[in-house]
């Protein structure tokens, strides 16, 4: 409950920022389906706490809302060989 909760929270804060709401209803209508407005409605019910996220959308959201990687960042990670 506790890890859904702060998912919930950091979901919420990227979403503060107008637009994204509709954009990730987009994004979201071109891999689960459905229409964009549908999404909308979903997303804001699961802000609101009405509903509940399922698994497989809350892996959807975390992909979409992840901040972009830089592409000349350097991979900090060691290799294992």
Partial sequence: M???NSWL???RKRANASGVLSQWAEQ???KQ???AKMWRVHL???LE???RASLDLILDLDLITAPA???NEEDKQI???
């Fill in 44 to 46: 804001r019910e699961i």
């Fill in 9 to 11: 929270a950091k979901i």
């Fill in 2 to 4: 506790k890890t859904y």
């Fill in 49 to 51: 706490e009405e509903e």
């Fill in 79 to 81: 290799p294992l060989w």
């Fill in 69 to 71: 990687r830089k592409e």
């Fill in 33 to 35: 389906g459905g229409d």
């Fill in 28 to 30: 979201l209508s071109r």
